[in-house]
């Protein structure tokens, strides 16, 4: 067993597509699930009915598109990819939620993205004000450790575009964080 | 930031607390059985119906009683036919009692 879990992610998938058997899938999924739940629990500010949502179609779009994938990446950024993808859909159809719900009460508003579970710090707070946009790259680089390289393929966008985008999102956190503490 | 300048991608989990837990246990048996679902995932042990183990269990006991009938039948049968064609040997095991035909 310690040899089988010693395999590289390489090995693994294809032992999967191999057999399609589950102890090659469960021990992909013990590896990187953790990481994976980590990014779409910040991206949904923090709630688990959205994550576990979001994880589960994570992996199965994933398994399906397996056979594509040709490790220009490692693993886990490609796994990623389905995460932030999965997200910024579940934020489209909350935007749209939101905009029907406009005439009623704010704070029915607000409860679309209910979160009782823990009590955020400052830091999550500010961090779950900033726009999807500068969340995203901010999550992945300051909090995943993705590199802006990784970040660009991810989100399609320049590896400029990231750097400005992260240095924006820094300030606007800043900003946020002074707000709070006065 | 609250921390000094980390290395990047070094202090990942305690930037923002450890504020995103576990993921739920029952996550994982929800996407194995998605997976099965959608044909992902082989269920080994639905490859096989349960009727048709039954019926090789039977064809393998089947076969493996004829095959000892026939054997146990050959050892008994043989010395018979031997002493038909003359070639009496000393000391025969005919299955049923020991005899020596050279007496």
Redesign the interface.
């Known amino acids: 067993m310690q040899l089988i879990s010693n395999l590289t992610d390489r090995a693994l998938v294809e032992a999967f597509l191999l057999?399609?058997?589950?102890w090659a899938?469960?021990l992909l999924?013990q590896r990187h699930?953790?990481s994976l739940?980590?990014l779409a629990?910040?991206l949904s500010k923090?709630n688990?009915e959205v994550?576990?949502d979001v994880?589960?179609d994570v992996?199965?779009r994933a398994?399906?598109k397996l056979p594509q994938f040709r490790w220009d990446s490692n693993l886990r950024t490609w796994l990623s990819g389905f995460v932030l993808m999965r997200s910024r859909e579940q934020w489209r159809s909350n935007a749209s939620v939101q905009k029907r719900m406009e005439p009623l009460e704010k704070a029915q508003d607000l409860a679309l993205w209910p979160d009782f579970?823990?009590e955020?710090?400052e830091?999550?707070q500010a961090?779950e004000q900033l726009s999807p946009g500068f969340r995203m790259v901010l999550t992945l680089?300051?909090?995943?450790?993705?590199?802006h390289e990784e970040i660009a393929t991810l989100l399609g966008i320049s590896i400029g575009t990231s750097k400005s985008q992260l240095s924006r999102a820094?300030a606007l956190?800043r900003q946020q964080l002074d707000g709070l503490k006065r | 930031m609250s921390n000094q300048n980390p290395k990047h991608g070094e202090n990942k989990r305690t930037t923002a607390g450890d504020a995103e837990g576990t993921p739920p246990i029952d996550l994982y048996t929800k996407i194995v059985e998605a997976m099965k679902t959608e044909g992902l995932l082989y269920a080994p042990k639905a490859l096989i119906p349960a009727s048709v183990t039954g019926i090789t269990s039977a064809l393998v006991l089947f076969l493996g009683i004829a095959l000892a009938a026939f054997f146990i039948g050959k050892s008994s049968v043989q010395p018979v036919m031997a002493e038909k064609i003359g070639n009496k040997p000393k000391f025969v095991f005919t299955g049923q009692s020991r005899r020596c035909p050279a007496r």
């Open positions: 057999t399609r058997e589950e899938f469960r999924y699930n953790p739940w980590r629990m910040r923090h688990r994550a576990e994880l589960q992996w199965i398994i399906e579970s823990f955020k710090n830091l999550t961090i680089y300051d909090l995943e450790g993705f590199k820094r956190l």
